[in-house]
């Protein structure tokens, strides 16, 4: 047996006593320091920590090392991917603030390499708007280096991956399965590009299927290891709903992108901002929810306030003017012309340059909206 596997398996034999889940590990953690110290406490010293019952005292105290046990930690080399525990520096330390973090992770990648995340996660039935905003969304906030953190199921969460790994950044995939049952099976290649550049990270076993009861605890991670969320297109009861709440039981910023008023695909977003939620237009909106812990987590990884302020299309300013007051639903020009004060023929010509740019596009009747990318369904 070599050191790492020697230093992993007390982490894995005392998740694997039954009755002790991520609460009594991180409290017999906190009591013992090490696993194998908890593994060789008395009988006295275990009934001492709080929620450690006569019966779990004495399943710790008689528990042996299981061969499944054995054959995952050596699958884990195998298979190119490696365990971290909550004693681990790459470990993010956000998540250790949870009440119940995973005592180790499994990690396809490099996990240490990304900086202040940001999770944004959505509805797996998407709309092209819904597409089309959070890959703009996450390309930028890419840009400006944050890491995007989302569930890599179909949909929304798709599309943030993607937009920050075409915007050149990183981004962080949480599984709800292990990494021999990839879920959904159509995002393999997504998962591996996910690997090149960031990290794919899992609480579950190697083999673990994607179980419906596994989501929603997998969302604690997604809510945990973020400085915030972003809900794009969430119907009332959805999955993306429970991130939110469990951000908001974390402690940590909830944000919310508006949609058609009349899509019930976007109720739930539309209620969170009723109850309080950041209203996302831009990546603008949440640097400035966050711009106090942006600078600390910004410092730790060399990156200054100046670098985010500094972004910004290549567009002339009377341009960038015309851009940021349009969006995905057509509007008139006249409502144009009455929004911006600017002259007639001037905006025809500035809208007329953005068309050409690709940036633009005019709908029958003098409507104009920004131009969708092509690749999205």
């Given at each position: 047996?070599?050191?790492?596997?020697?230093?992993?398996?007390?982490?894995?034999?005392?998740?694997?006593?039954p009755?002790?889940?991520?609460?009594?590990?991180?409290?017999?953690l906190?009591?013992?320091?090490?696993?194998?110290?908890?593994?060789?406490?008395?009988?006295?010293?275990?009934?001492?920590?709080?929620g450690?019952?006569?019966?779990?005292?004495?399943?710790?105290?008689?528990?042996?090392?299981s061969?499944?046990?054995?054959r995952?930690?050596?699958l884990?080399?195998?298979?190119?991917?490696?365990?971290?525990?909550?004693?681990?520096?790459?470990?993010?330390?956000?998540?250790?603030?949870?009440?119940?973090?995973?005592?180790?992770?499994y990690?396809?990648?490099d996990?240490?390499?990304?900086?202040?995340?940001i999770?944004?996660?959505?509805?797996?039935?998407?709309?092209?708007?819904?597409?089309?905003?959070?890959?703009?969304?996450?390309?930028?906030?890419?840009?400006?280096?944050?890491?995007i953190?989302?569930?890599?199921?179909?949909?929304?969460?798709?599309?943030?991956h993607s937009?920050?790994?075409?915007?050149?950044?990183?981004?962080?995939?949480?599984?709800g399965?292990?990494?021999?049952?990839v879920?959904?099976?159509?995002?393999?290649?997504?998962?591996h590009?996910?690997?090149?550049?960031?990290?794919?990270?899992?609480?579950?076993?190697?083999?673990?299927?994607?179980?419906?009861?596994?989501?929603?605890?997998?969302?604690?991670?997604?809510?945990?290891?973020?400085?915030?969320?972003?809900?794009?297109?969430?119907?009332?009861?959805?999955g993306s709903l429970?991130?939110?709440?469990?951000?908001?039981?974390?402690?940590?910023?909830?944000?919310?992108?508006?949609?058609?008023?009349?899509?019930?695909?976007?109720?739930?977003?539309h209620?969170l901002?009723?109850?309080?939620?950041?209203?996302?237009?831009?990546?603008?909106?949440?640097v400035?929810?966050?711009?106090h812990?942006?600078?600390?987590?910004?410092?730790?990884?060399?990156?200054?306030?100046?670098?985010?302020?500094?972004?910004?299309?290549?567009?002339?300013?009377?341009?960038?003017?015309?851009?940021?007051?349009?969006?995905?639903?057509?509007?008139?020009?006249?409502?144009?012309?009455?929004?911006?004060?600017?002259?007639?023929?001037?905006?025809?010509?500035i809208?007329?340059?953005?068309?050409?740019?690709?940036?633009?596009?005019?709908?029958?009747g003098?409507?104009?909206?920004?131009e969708?990318?092509?690749?999205?369904?």
């Amino acid at each position: 047996m070599d050191q790492k596997t020697a230093e992993i398996l007390p982490w894995f034999i005392l998740r694997s006593v039954p009755g002790i889940g991520n609460l009594l590990f991180k409290r017999l953690l906190d009591r013992f320091k090490l696993p194998e110290n908890a593994l060789t406490a008395s009988y006295e010293e275990l009934v001492s920590v709080n929620g450690i019952t006569d019966r779990l005292a004495r399943a710790v105290i008689g528990h042996k090392t299981s061969d499944p046990v054995k054959r995952e930690i050596e699958l884990i080399d195998a298979k190119g991917c490696k365990i971290i525990t909550m004693k681990d520096p790459e470990y993010p330390g956000l998540l250790l603030q949870i009440p119940d973090p995973p005592p180790f992770l499994y990690v396809y990648g490099d996990l240490g390499s990304c900086s202040a995340n940001i999770a944004v996660v959505g509805s797996r039935n998407a709309t092209r708007y819904g597409m089309f905003t959070t890959k703009k969304l996450s390309a930028d906030l890419a840009v400006l280096k944050f890491t995007i953190v989302s569930g890599m199921a179909r949909g929304i969460d798709t599309a943030a991956h993607s937009g920050a790994l075409d915007a050149g950044g990183k981004t962080i995939a949480v599984l709800g399965s292990g990494f021999e049952k990839v879920y959904p099976a159509e995002n393999i290649a997504l998962f591996h590009r996910i690997a090149r550049s960031g990290a794919v990270i899992t609480e579950f076993p190697l083999n673990a299927g994607p179980e419906p009861h596994h989501f929603p605890v997998r969302n604690r991670i997604i809510s945990g290891i973020s400085l915030g969320t972003v809900i794009v297109e969430a119907a009332k009861k959805s999955g993306s709903l429970i991130t939110a709440r469990l951000a908001l039981e974390q402690n940590r910023e909830v944000f919310a992108v508006p949609g058609n008023i009349h899509s019930f695909k976007s109720a739930g977003t539309h209620s969170l901002i009723k109850q309080g939620a950041k209203l996302v237009e831009n990546a603008q909106d949440i640097v400035e929810e966050l711009s106090h812990l942006i600078r600390f987590h910004m410092a730790k990884n060399h990156i200054s306030p100046e670098d985010i302020l500094k972004h910004a299309p290549r567009l002339s300013p009377e341009q960038l003017q015309v851009v940021q007051a349009l969006g995905p639903y057509p509007v008139h020009i006249d409502e144009l012309i009455r929004k911006l004060s600017i002259n007639p023929g001037n905006l025809s010509s500035i809208l007329l340059q953005l068309e050409l740019k690709g940036i633009v596009v005019q709908s029958p009747g003098k409507m104009f909206s920004i131009e969708l990318d092509k690749d999205v369904k």
